[in-house]
């Protein structure tokens, strides 16, 4: 029961921060600002905008290989189609929690495919690295290329910004390593009670090594050349879903390919500040859009309307893997 209820307060808690930048921006709007903004969705040209969606389902079935590729090693092998399903499902269920996306699609192939949780949770470790690492040289070579436009951004967004009193930032953070420590130490009495210490350590060195086995995976995928491809692909699609976007508003049709490597790297991070970027992704596109010169007002309904789409395709596609699972797996193989 508490568990459920931390899970619902975090919840609220990010969804609360997405709803409250929505509020916070359009309640800062002028009449004229609102009436610009609502015109922007009537005159976009929704072919470029359903592009998007498009690029970022192709982007799926290279993420859904590139796990294969990591599960063989482990010495298991799911279907494409299983594998696949679930990785839709992963961005469905952050829509709804954060990270209980990731969860569900190990989940998924420990019930239909009978891959062991420790050793998916492994191989997805990896694929964040590896997502992680790519951002880390998307973020370089922003440095590199747009480096005065970059360092505005942070003084005006961030630098600029009034700094909490020391005494109250030391408080929370020891509050929160207070917090931590409460729920490491609840952790263990609960384990030692129920399955007694000895129990306890055994399982925790089973789980230990099934995920260590699948963060070795990188190391022995059969074709390395094949997995560098689909982890370079996935970001060109994150790329293009917004880079294709541009020609959908008459004031953004000119925009460049350092306009939309700023969009991808600065509107990949607000993705993940809220559910499904939920109020931080407009607001993040309209920042960027600003410093090549277009208002936050346009940029904010641009933003708004990319979001728009890619949800829509989320749980379009989500819903259809849902049904698309429970076809094919009438009978689990996981009992």
């Known amino acids: 029961m508490k568990k459920h209820i931390g899970n619902a307060l975090k919840l609220l808690l990010s969804l609360g921060l997405g709803v409250g930048l929505i509020y916070w921006f359009v309640g800062k709007m002028s009449d004229d600002d609102i009436r610009l903004t609502k015109d922007a969705f ?36 799911p279907g494409f189609i299983n594998t696949y399903c679930s990785v839709m499902m992963m961005y469905l269920f952050n829509l709804l929690f954060p990270r209980l996306g990731e969860v569900t699609r190990c989940s998924i192939l420990a019930r239909y495919e009978n891959v062991p949780l420790d050793k998916s949770i492994g191989t997805m470790v990896v694929e964040r690295l590896v997502d992680l690492f790519t951002i880390v040289v998307i973020g370089s070579l922003l440095l590199f290329f747009e480096r005065e436009r970059l360092m505005t951004f942070f003084q005006e967004n961030v630098l600029s910004k009034p ?151 989320v749980l379009l596609g989500g819903v259809i893997c849902l049904v698309v699972l429970a076809i094919i797996n009438r009978e689990p193989a996981l009992e």
């Open 42 to 77: 009537l005159r976009a040209n929704y072919f470029w905008i359903f592009l998007a969606p498009v690029m970022g389902l192709i982007s799926n079935f290279s993420r859904a290989r590139r796990w294969i590729m990591l599960l063989e090693p482990t010495g298991h092998k």
């Open 163 to 313: 700094e909490a009193a020391p005494i109250e930032s030391g408080y929370m953070k020891w509050v929160v390593y207070g917090i931590i420590l409460l729920g490491i130490i609840a952790a263990a009495v609960y384990f030692e009670q129920k399955y007694g210490f000895a129990r306890f350590k055994q399982m925790l060195k089973e789980r230990l090594v099934g995920f260590f086995e699948g963060l070795k995976s990188i190391r022995n995928v059969s074709n390395p050349a094949e997995f560098v491809f689909h982890s370079v692909f996935i970001w060109v699609c994150y790329f293009l879903m917004i880079y294709w976007s541009f020609p959908a508003l008459a004031e953004t049709k000119g925009m460049g390919v350092s306009t939309g490597m700023a969009c991808l790297f600065f509107g990949g991070f607000a993705m993940v500040a809220t559910p499904g970027g939920i109020g931080a992704y407009p607001l993040a596109i309209s920042k960027v859009l600003a410093l090549y010169g277009l208002s936050e007002t346009i940029g904010y309904a641009f933003g708004s309307i990319v979001w728009v789409a890619q949800m829509g395709a």
